[in-house]
């Protein structure tokens, strides 16, 4: 027993930066999946419907903003010393997402009315955009920031910003405001400030030297690819939600994006998973070696039994009695339908597990077309029931289309994965 217990502190202690990067990254999800309760306690559960489908929105946005951006600030900063292309880096990282979101709250604030009935479903949730989109600004600058720290090798500090930044911040700002777009404003303002002053105290730690104003075609491109399949996922992901809103049904659109953040909360512990395995996948497939890539797909194998697997089962078991609590009637989607959707978190673990094992064999494309053909799923099946069916049967054709698409995403993931573990078997 004690051999044991001197095992797992030494791996702690060699492996400490890793698992607080992990930890960071799920204080997040727990924090921001904790907001959901106090907003509906604070505001009632319509305004945390309408909280859920914001949250899907920016989620929505911010891939479309930032164009890949901190995935190319951590491969290129983190690939050279030359302070000048550093500094060049990182003021192309920061402007590129920055001009596009300040383009993008200038157009909320200049149409707020056709920006909430496209996007929120409704005209009457208008005054929202513009917190909206001030968020989207802010968290832009926060993310690649974060990504600025990690590109610096500086590892503890990127997740000690990112604990700030999406733990302590929305909790701070949800505990200073009186309203949700009120919230959201406050939560935007401390973003922006912090991200600000944290930029200020890299771009000062260098020496005065002017940036490199060239090389950044391959800058853009590397990260676009990634961009892509981020966007077309969000975008899914946001799609069953909205269709629901936009039929004046907001609190069953609560339910659908509840839906899709237990499913993600249920899933995404795979995901740093599969981005630490990604440089072992990456050597292996150069070296051609198939004995080590068959490790690496059995490991990933066993953790997906050992998370993926419970993750689904408790979410299953919690939906029903969260959902009662959050928006007081945990019935209103039905067991069936909600049980339905729940085993997504299935294939979604998959998705999350093996993404960045695509990247490195094929290229970020091969997710973006396994996530178009997800949609064009969903939009098959959810067209084809409204019309073969019933059109007054909504609620299930979204239900229906959305479970079919996941588990289409799923299958395609594992299928390419596994083509690419036989090419070296």
Same mark, same amino acid.
Do not use: C, N
């Given at each position: 027993m004690r051999n044991y217990y001197l095992k797992v502190m030494n791996l702690v202690k060699e492996y400490w930066i890793y698992i607080f990067a992990v930890a960071s990254e799920a204080s997040a999800l727990l924090v921001n999946f904790s907001l959901f309760a106090l907003i509906q306690h604070? %505001?009632?559960?319509?305004?945390?419907? *309408? %909280?859920?489908?914001?949250?899907?929105?920016?989620?929505? $946005?911010?891939?479309?903003?930032? +164009?890949?951006?901190?995935?190319? *600030?951590?491969?290129?900063?983190?690939?050279?010393?030359?302070?000048?292309?550093?500094?060049? %880096?990182?003021? $192309?990282?920061?402007? +590129?997402? +920055?001009?596009?979101? *300040?383009a993008m709250l200038m157009t909320g604030a200049a149409a707020p009315d056709l920006l909430s009935r496209i996007f929120l479903g409704n005209q009457k949730y208008s005054a929202y955009m513009v917190p909206l989109l001030f968020l989207v600004l802010s968290t832009a600058l926060a993310q690649a920031v974060v990504a600025i720290s990690k590109?610096? !090798?500086?590892?503890?500090?990127?997740?000690?910003? %990112?604990?700030?930044?999406?733990s302590l911040g929305p909790l701070c700002a949800y505990f200073l405001s009186s309203s949700l777009s009120g919230f959201l404003s406050v939560y935007a303002f401390m973003l922006l400030t912090g991200g600000i002053a944290i930029l200020l105290h890299f771009m000062t730690s260098f020496e005065n030297k002017?940036?490199?104003?060239?090389? !950044?075609?391959?800058?853009?491109?590397?990260g676009i690819k990634g961009a892509g399949s981020d966007f077309l996922m969000m975008f899914l992901l946001w799609l069953p939600p909205y269709i629901m809103a936009s039929t004046n049904a907001i609190t069953m659109s609560g339910y659908f994006s509840l839906i899709m953040s237990l499913v993600l909360v249920s899933a995404s512990p795979l995901s740093p998973i599969g981005s630490a395995m990604m440089p072992k996948v990456a050597r292996a497939l150069q070296t051609n070696s198939g004995a080590?890539?068959?490790?690496?797909?059995?490991?990933?194998?066993?953790?997906?039994?050992?998370?993926?697997?419970?993750?689904?089962?408790?979410?299953?078991?919690? $939906?029903?009695?969260?959902?009662?609590? +959050?928006? !007081?009637?945990g019935l209103a989607l039905g067991n069936r339908a909600a049980a339905m959707m729940l085993t997504t978190s299935v294939p979604v673990s998959a998705y999350f597990g093996l993404r960045n094992v695509l990247d490195v064999g094929y290229s970020p494309l091969r997710n973006f077309y396994n996530i178009f053909i997800a949609l064009a799923v969903f939009l098959s099946c959810f067209f084809s029931l409204l019309f073969f069916i019933s059109p007054v049967l909504i609620r299930i054709a979204n239900v229906v289309a959305f479970t079919a698409a996941m588990w289409t995403l799923g299958v395609l993931t594992v299928y390419y994965s596994y083509v690419l573990y036989r090419r070296t078997a």
């Open positions: 604070h %505001y009632g559960p319509e305004q945390l419907s *309408l %909280y859920m489908i914001i949250r899907r929105t920016i989620s929505m $946005f911010l891939p479309a903003v930032m +164009l890949g951006v901190q995935i190319s *600030l951590i491969k290129h900063i983190g690939a050279i010393t030359d302070q000048r292309k550093i500094i060049s %880096y990182i003021w $192309f990282g920061i402007t +590129l997402p +920055l001009t596009l979101a *300040l590109g610096l !090798h500086r590892i503890f500090l990127a997740s000690l910003i %990112y604990v700030i930044f999406f002017a940036p490199v104003l060239k090389g !950044h075609v391959e800058f853009i491109t590397f080590e890539l068959r490790t690496l797909f059995t490991k990933l194998a066993k953790l997906f039994l050992l998370i993926a697997i419970p993750a689904f089962l408790a979410s299953l078991m919690l $939906f029903g009695t969260v959902a009662k609590y +959050l928006l !007081h009637d």
